[in-house]
């Protein structure tokens, strides 16, 4: 009996210790902070959440690591019911995003939560360069992206332009992809053109079948020897099929996907640029590389000394086309020659096939001239290794000396003695005596309205030469022209920014931000706005003179860009003010001298 009562009492003593204990954990608030991965690649991103449950943190901590860049991407609540007991846990999530690569460790967190001190364990990231796949890997079919950088050959001539081929290769399972972008392309010893998207196919790699898409880039190589290509990152975002949609083909039919970020890279690629060679050189090479035909003509033929004769010259082919000039012709010593001015008409969509225009006026100088010499322009061929030299023969003249005045003829006096004076009756003879003069008016010269005449077509000359100038000055300088399109495409874009917020878009509000952040750094940097990213900041040493406050502002954009796609901007309000700091961020970049 004793021990039975015992028993009872002990019961009930540790069931009154449970409830007590439940009540004081439930009163009790933690904060806890997490990683959805330790490990990710340069391009990546990761998320961090800080979770407060059972309170409200007081004090919200704002980890700093160098090296990372943490920002806060958006907060939710979630409220709970277990056993009547209410349980609410705030969650704010940071994006995490790494500067480069190497371990990170972010420090222990501290925040007040209900009068409470409390702090977090520190966590560990790693963050690694990406790499290429290997060939095992790719014929596996484990890939659900990779890239590949090819060349038309892995030797060519310094100063000669070859289409390099970057292919985005996706599995057959991606149901859509997005947010493409460069993240690093590194090309030691190429000057780099605009990147145009190709064809698209689709191939058999390995056990699966890929989805191939074409970038083709432009390249020149700016110096003699050996240069590196590579490797080439970018980062995308890749639709796949939801793994939790079992069996059920209706509910496959509604699967939306789920969206995975992968990075990609390609391998480093190894070219020889093989220096122009140095034997047998033309007198009147001076840099073109290309294939090229030649085509002259000029006119008038039948002229006078000091006249014009239009020189037509047409070089057509394939090579760059902009940077061939016209070499000075020595034979040309009895002309007056003028500065050429010339005109492009491109058939291919990369600049490098087409024909060049140029129009020179020559004048002879004497009459001693029978013809336009023979003009010669030569050009390096880099399919044969040689030299080649194209020549228009002479084009013949006839030259007149300018007429030569007659001098005038001074009447003497009359000779009285003169016989047989014949007076012709069918011509008056010439008055001798005039008679009176006398002012009829205001001479024309003194007549202000004749003199503002007069003045007009100096000043509608003056106009002209003016406007025919700057034109000249603006076809001249491909880089104004693009200051110029650029600053009336953010002029636009800020309009735009203005009425998207009004209307609350947020979608297409950060995608206009993001292209006009493109646009206008490309311009600065003179290079594609394509090949534009955040990483540009830290890059590019032309961006070092613009203040510090300028290239935060820029990086600020950036992120609010970033996170647009996982965590929406809500409110007008709130997209008024990013427009805002657009526009004042664009200002000063644009003071800031490239």
Known sequence: MKSNRFFFQTAAVLFMAALIFRAATADAASFTASLDRDSITLGETATMSLAFEGGKANNLPTPEVPGLRIVQSGSSQNVSIINGQMTSTVTVTYSVTPQRAGEFTIPALTADVN?????????????????????????????????????????????????????????????????FQF??????????????????????VGNRVYTVIQLLLPLTAVKSGALTLGPFTASAVVVLP?????????FQMLNQGEQRQVSLATEQLAVQALPLPAENVPADFNGAIGNFSLNVTAGPTNLTVGDPITVRVQISGRGALNAVTLPDQTAWRDFKTFPPTSNVTNTDQFGFQGIKTFEQIVSPLNSDVHELPPFSFSFFNP???????????????????????????????????????????DILPIKEDLGTL??????????????????????????????????????????????????????????????????????????????????????RLDCPASAITENVLDEQPALR??????????????????????????????????????????????????
């Open 242 to 250: 939801s793994q939790n949609q079992g069996g059920n083909p209706f």
């Open 438 to 523: 006398a002012q009829t008016g205001t001479p024309l010269i003194a007549s202000p309205k004749f003199l503002a005449v007069q003045g007009l077509p100096v000043i509608a000359f003056l106009a002209a030469f003016i406007w025919r100038r700057r034109a000249d000055s603006l076809a001249n300088n491909p880089r104004l022209r693009r200051q110029r399109a650029v600053a009336q495409l953010v002029r636009d874009g800020l309009n735009d920014l203005r009425r998207l917020a009004a209307e609350n878009k947020p979608d297409e509000f950060f995608a206009t931000l993001f292209r006009l952040l493109q646009e206008q750094l490309g311009e």
């Open 115 to 179: 009068g409470q001190r409390l702090s977090t364990e520190p966590l560990k990231l790693t963050a690694r360069k990406a790499d290429a796949p290997s060939a095992a890997a790719v014929n596996s079919g484990s890939e659900i992206a990779f890239l590949k950088l090819t060349l038309p050959h892995e030797k060519f001539y310094s100063g000669q332009t070859v289409i390099g081929r970057v292919e985005l290769y996706l599995r057959d399972d991606v149901q859509n992809f997005g947010n």
């Open 545 to 594: 003179g613009a203040q510090a406050a300028t290239l935060a502002g820029l990086r600020e954009l950036f992120q609010l860009c970033n996170q647009a796609r996982y965590a929406p901007v809500r409110g007008s309000g709130e997209l008024n003010s990013v427009a805002a700091q657009f526009e004042k961020t664009i200002g000063e970049l644009q003071g800031v001298k490239a």
């Open 383 to 425: 399919d044969d290794g040689a030299y080649h030299t194209l020549t228009q023969p002479a084009t013949p003249l006839l030259v007149h000396s300018a007429g030569s005045t007659p001098m005038p003829v001074i009447a003497g006096n009359k000779n009285s003695n003169a016989e047989n004076p014949a007076s012709p009756q």
């Open 183 to 204: 993240t690093g392309t590194p090309a030691e010893g190429f000057s780099v053109g605009k990147m145009i998207e190709g064809q698209r196919t689709r191939t058999q």
